[in-house]
């Protein structure tokens, strides 16, 4: 397998942080990374325009992490109400899943994809459960849960 260097120009998951230089499949760079604007080839000429590119990415991540910041603080006041069909002793039919919460966020005004909510285990019982919310790297929220029968 042929390697090739690049530049991130965006974070991706599990390969690196934006402005890192990292060495990939050069068919993984050509087909997914270069098309979709995630990196660009690491010659000389873009490794100069890093340096200066790192002035403008630096001051993007502050931004995006103090956004995320405020993201998580409102985040962590609100209480998720969610209602499920259920047996005796509290135990689900079914299991409250990233998806719903991700509904149910979306309904109070929050755009979270379902895959940044950290769920252990599906909520198969009532009561309150604490879920993790991945906002950023750097940055997580923590909600409350409360599942009721209906």
């Known amino acids: 397998m042929k390697l090739?260097?690049?530049?991130?120009?965006?974070?991706?998951a599990?390969?690196?942080?934006?402005?890192?230089?990292?060495?990939?499949?050069r068919g993984?760079?050509?087909?997914?990374l270069l098309p979709k604007n995630l990196a660009v080839e690491a010659n000389t000429r873009n490794l100069k325009m890093l340096e200066h590119?790192?002035?403008?990415i630096a001051?993007?991540?502050?931004?995006?992490?103090?956004?995320a910041d405020t993201m998580a603080a409102r985040l962590s006041s609100q209480r998720l109400m969610l209602t499920a069909k259920a047996g005796e002793e509290g135990k689900?039919?079914?299991?409250?899943?990233?998806?719903?919460?991700?509904?149910a966020l979306?309904?109070?005004?929050?755009?979270?994809?379902?895959r940044k909510i950290l769920l252990d285990t599906h909520i198969k019982r009532t009561g309150e459960h604490a879920?993790?919310?991945?906002?950023?790297?750097?940055?997580?929220?923590q909600i409350i849960v409360e599942v009721t029968a209906g």
């Open 4 to 12: 090739t260097k690049v530049i991130l120009k965006e974070e991706v």
């Open 14 to 25: 599990n390969l690196g942080d934006m402005g890192a230089i990292v060495n990939v499949a």
């Open 28 to 32: 993984y760079a050509r087909n997914y």
């Open 53 to 56: 590119e790192k002035r403008i």
């Open 59 to 67: 001051e993007k991540l502050k931004k995006l992490k103090v956004s």
């Open 92 to 103: 689900l039919f079914g299991s409250i899943t990233t998806k719903d919460i991700a509904e």
């Open 106 to 114: 979306s309904a109070l005004g929050f755009d979270i994809d379902k």
């Open 131 to 141: 879920v993790k919310i991945k906002i950023h790297p750097q940055v997580h929220a």
